[in-house]
């Protein structure tokens, strides 16, 4: 069958691609196989179910639960909370999987499901694939005694943002800030986290209804924070997408504070605190050159990982790295949480702005940003992209001419008929000129015929 993990869960259009049949066969089909994994001495195995704010979340939710239960697995519903937050009580729970109701950035109609193994990390791809060849199958059922039990778990607010606030290890008093919670997971836990810890928040898009999440607000639509830390006089702001796993920031002057700079500020903090495990940043291929310039000065090894967080993490898991990132804002902090945390992202850059006694706009300043070119050549075929002789020549002669002012990467889709010319160049100039020139080569080289 068809691969239908992408590279964070399963996700479509609710009630589309995304079914409760679906749903309900991917919860049967996530506790077999990762209950296989496991050994169990007569107890039932345990799994945790979170999600965000969409209205389609509420079936997905009872379809996901009803499947995890009639295939023998206990079921704690922690209701709303962050991707994160799933995350750590999967772990601090001792369950043995975790399930995310959410589509993250995406717009309302969409939805997804993502599942969690054992202490709280994203699934492999082996794994993926696994669940995916048990769907549909026959299977031995439960019954009686055997079937699963479904429980509301309630402290999951005070007891996720304690742990939050538990990572700061200082008060955050004096600083003056505001949160945009994209009216998602975090509109309770986020604001009542930040204030916690000490700092002045003024909270906006935080009223989900169901049907407003990442609607013109949160990490993918910067301007009302933008206007907000202006209006508040805010030291800083912080913008969280639907499920909080990222977090992209704004200074007291307005200006974007990108998840490259993110990683540089923190990466620095934790390098001269001694706790950035082998002195390495892992970042991805789409990271901004300037960061790499940042820092390898300094002592600090950058090193890329695939684009989506689960690589990088898994690249950090593999290489003991405590630090790792995306540009887009999911922040992985290997000392606190085993996936993206936007809102642990944003108390540990006002942890660094309360002990330097410098501004994020100050703190951002380390990285010079390059300007970045991305143009999407569609009607290709994306499988020759890294095998057409004349496409590698063309690639090699842009990347000599740039030398170290600049870089060319080239990015098959994972799902469409495209591939991504991405130029990166000191004037915005020259990385435009780049950029066509390789896209005219594609459009070329791979044109289907």
């Not at 039990?149 to 607010?157: D, G, H, L, N, S």
């Not at 993918?220 to 796993?245: E, I, P």
């Not at 942890?351 to 706009?361: F, G, I, K, W």
């Not at 010079?368 to 992209?385: E, L």
Request: some cysteine; hydrophobic content about 45%; aromatic content about 2%.
């Amino acid at each position: 069958m068809p691969r239908i993990f992408g590279t964070d869960g399963v996700r479509g259009l609710a009630n589309g691609s995304l079914t409760a049949e679906l749903a309900l066969d991917l919860g049967v089909a996530a506790a077999r196989v990762l209950v296989d994994h496991g050994e169990y001495t007569g107890q039932r195995p345990l799994a945790v179910v979170g999600r965000d704010t969409r209205i389609s979340g509420q079936f997905l939710e009872h379809a996901v639960v009803a499947g995890l239960a009639a295939a023998g697995v206990d079921v704690l519903r922690l209701r709303v909370l962050p991707t994160p937050g799933v995350a750590y009580f999967t772990d601090a729970l001792g369950a043995d999987v975790g399930v995310v109701i959410s589509a993250s950035h995406n717009p309302m109609p969409d939805n997804g499901i993502k599942f969690l193994a054992r202490g709280g990390v994203k699934l492999d791809d082996d794994l993926e694939r696994e669940i995916e060849s048990m769907l549909a199958q026959e299977w031995d059922r439960p019954t009686g005694a055997a079937v699963g039990r479904v429980t509301p778990y309630a402290p999951t607010v005070s007891e996720y943002a304690a742990h939050l606030v538990r990572t700061v290890g200082m008060p955050l008093q004096g600083l003056r800030v505001v949160v945009d919670c994209a009216h998602g997971a975090a509109s309770v836990v986020a604001p009542r986290a930040l204030a916690d810890a000490g700092a002045s928040v003024v909270v906006i898009n935080a009223e989900p209804d169901g049907l407003n999440i990442n609607e013109d607000c949160g990490s993918t639509h910067l301007g009302s924070l933008q206007r907000a830390v202006l209006a508040h006089g805010a030291d800083a702001g912080f913008a969280l997408d639907g499920d909080a796993d990222r977090c992209l920031a704004i200074d007291h002057t307005g200006e974007v504070v990108d998840g490259d700079q993110i990683m540089a500020i923190l990466a620095l903090g934790l390098h001269e605190e001694g706790r950035l495990a082998h002195d390495t940043l892992v970042a991805t291929v789409m990271s901004n050159l300037g960061l790499h310039r940042a820092l390898t000065p300094r002592g600090i090894t950058v090193r890329t990982a695939g684009v989506g967080d689960r690589y990088v993490l898994e690249d950090m898991r593999e290489g003991g790295f405590t630090l790792g990132g995306e540009q887009s804002g999911h922040v992985i902090l290997r000392e606190h949480a085993t996936t993206g945390d936007g809102t642990l992202t944003a108390l540990q850059l006002m942890r660094r702005m309360v002990t330097t006694n410098r501004s994020l706009r100050d703190l951002a300043s380390v990285v010079t940003r390059f300007p970045q070119v991305m143009i999407n050549v569609g009607g290709v075929d994306r499988t020759r992209c890294a095998t057409d002789p004349a496409l590698a020549a063309a690639v090699a002669a842009e990347t000599d001419a740039l030398g170290d002012a600049g870089r060319v990467l080239l990015r098959p889709s994972g799902t469409e008929e495209l591939v991504r010319v991405m130029v990166e160049a000191e004037t915005t100039e020259r990385a435009e000129a780049v950029a066509a020139r390789l896209a005219d080569v594609v459009r070329t080289r791979l044109a289907l015929t």
